[in-house]
């Protein structure tokens, strides 16, 4: 059985578009922070931490999609249900099921890879492969 995390969100005004619908980008950023806080419920310390003893600064994504379902709007409380469904050598897939009172309203995909600073340019990032304690955490 696949390890999964709750990360709730709260709509906010200003998080809508005129029509008072939420905007397409912040289902990403609503995914993205379901990500970080999946690693924190498996145990995985944070980015920061993680940098000083293994050199890994976080998991970029590298490839993102989502489908829209039903519309949301502000004083909605969201819930988004990640996991990751796929390990790879050097990269990861999440899922995200965005769910409005148990009714799925988006449903996110993103493939993310573990990075370390370039070492020959450290505003460059490079992929390296997934460490093992931290699948084992995860799964």
């Known amino acids: 059985m696949k390890r999964i995390s709750v990360y709730q969100v709260s709509v906010e005004f200003g998080d809508c578009d005129p029509a008072q619908i939420a905007y397409f980008p912040n289902f990403f950023r609503w995914y993205d922070a379901s990500s970080r806080k999946f690693f924190i419920d498996c145990g995985v310390a944070p980015w920061r931490e993680l940098e000083k003893t293994t050199g890994i600064i976080g998991t970029p994504v590298v490839e993102a999609s989502s489908r829209f379902i039903l519309p949301t709007s502000y004083g909605d409380t969201l819930h988004v249900h990640t996991s990751i469904d796929e390990w790879r050598e050097k990269s990861f897939v999440m899922t995200h099921a965005l769910r409005r009172e148990g009714e ?6 993103d493939v993310r890879i573990f990075a370390i600073r370039h ?6 990032i490079k992929a390296v492969p997934v460490p093992e304690h931290i699948r084992r955490l995860c799964s």
């Not at 799925?104 to 995909?109: D, H, I, K, S």
């Not at 070492?119 to 460059?124: F, G, K, Q």
């Open 119 to 124: 070492p020959e340019d450290s505003a460059r």
């Open 104 to 109: 799925l309203v988006a449903e996110g995909r």
